[in-house]
C-alpha cells in the first residue's frame, strides 16, 4: 500500500486552501492600499502668525510616494485655520515655506507639486510633471504658475524685485518623458503684476 499518495493529495489541498486566503488577504489589502499618517509635521513661517501641519496619505503600491498631502495654516493667535489641498489630479511634493517674498501683501509659500493625470494613469509616477504651485502664508490664493503640459526644472525669487524665475522642460519629442532629450524653457512670474513672462528656450543639441 503506497501512503504517500493521501498525504500529496491532502498536502495540495492544503496548498491550494492557504493560496485562496493569501489571495483574499491581498485583495483585502489592495482595496484598502491607502493609508494616512495624519498630521505628522509643523513647519512655522517665518515672521507670520502662521504654522502649517501637514498631512499625508501612502500608498504601498507607489514606492513610497504619497498619494495626497493637504495642509492646515493654522493662526496661531487667532486659532482660525484654512485647510489647503491642489486640484483634483496633483498632488504635492515639496514645500517653501520662508520665501522672502511677499504675494498678496503676504509672505510667500511656493509648492510644488506633481499631476498624476497627466498621462491618464491616476497614480504617480517618476515620469509625472512637476508643477510650480504659490499660496500666501494664509493659505489663500493658491495659483499655479508654471504652464500646463511642462515639467518643473527649477525655480529661485530674487527678493528685489518681487520675481520668481523658473525653468521647465515640455515634452517636445513627445516621448511620454521630461529629460533632458526634452528641450528647456526659462519663464519670469512677476508676484505683483501676477504675470508671466516667456524669456528664452533651449533646443535639444543646440550650440550655445
Known amino acids: 500500500m503506497n501512503c504517500y499518495k493521501p498525504l500529496a493529495a491532502l498536502s495540495a489541498k492544503i496548498l491550494v486552501v492557504l493560496g485562496l486566503l493569501c489571495l483574499g488577504a491581498l485583495g483585502q489589502v489592495r482595496a484598502q492600499e491607502k493609508y494616512s499618517l495624519g498630521y505628522n509635521k509643523?513647519?512655522?513661517?517665518?515672521?507670520?502668525?502662521m504654522v502649517v501641519a501637514s498631512q499625508e496619505a501612502y500608498s504601498k503600491w507607489t514606492?513610497?510616494?504619497?498619494?495626497?498631502?493637504?495642509?492646515?495654516?493654522?493662526?496661531?493667535?487667532?486659532?482660525?485655520?484654512k485647510l489647503l489641498e491642489l486640484p483634483p489630479g496633483y498632488v504635492?511634493?515639496?514645500?517653501?515655506?520662508?520665501?522672502?517674498?511677499?504675494?498678496?501683501?503676504?509672505?510667500?509659500?511656493?509648492?510644488?507639486?506633481?499631476?498624476?493625470?497627466?498621462?491618464?494613469?491616476?497614480k504617480l509616477e517618476w515620469e509625472d510633471p512637476n508643477v510650480l504651485?504659490?499660496?500666501?502664508?494664509?493659505?489663500?490664493?493658491?495659483k499655479q504658475v508654471s504652464p500646463g503640459g511642462e515639467s518643473l526644472v527649477e525655480w529661485t525669487v530674487n527678493k528685489q524685485t518681487g520675481a520668481i524665475l523658473f525653468i521647465?522642460?515640455?515634452?517636445?519629442?513627445?516621448?511620454?518623458?521630461?529629460?533632458?532629450?526634452?528641450?528647456?524653457?526659462?519663464?519670469l512670474y512677476h508676484l505683483a503684476s501676477g504675470e508671466l513672462t516667456f524669456v528664452s528656450k533651449t533646443t535639444v543639441g543646440a550650440t550655445p
Open 92 to 122: 504635492i511634493n515639496n514645500t517653501n515655506f520662508n520665501v522672502p517674498a511677499r504675494y498678496q501683501g503676504e509672505r510667500l509659500v511656493v509648492l510644488r507639486g506633481k499631476n498624476k493625470d497627466w498621462n491618464k494613469k491616476a
Open 42 to 49: 509643523l513647519s512655522s513661517i517665518d515672521s507670520t502668525d
Open 63 to 81: 514606492a513610497g510616494f504619497p498619494d495626497m498631502v493637504s495642509l492646515l495654516f493654522v493662526n496661531t493667535k487667532t486659532g482660525q485655520s
Open 168 to 187: 521647465t522642460r515640455p515634452d517636445s519629442n513627445q516621448d511620454n518623458k521630461f529629460d533632458f532629450k526634452d528641450e528647456s524653457k526659462v519663464y
Open 133 to 142: 504651485f504659490i499660496v500666501t502664508a494664509s493659505g489663500q490664493h493658491l
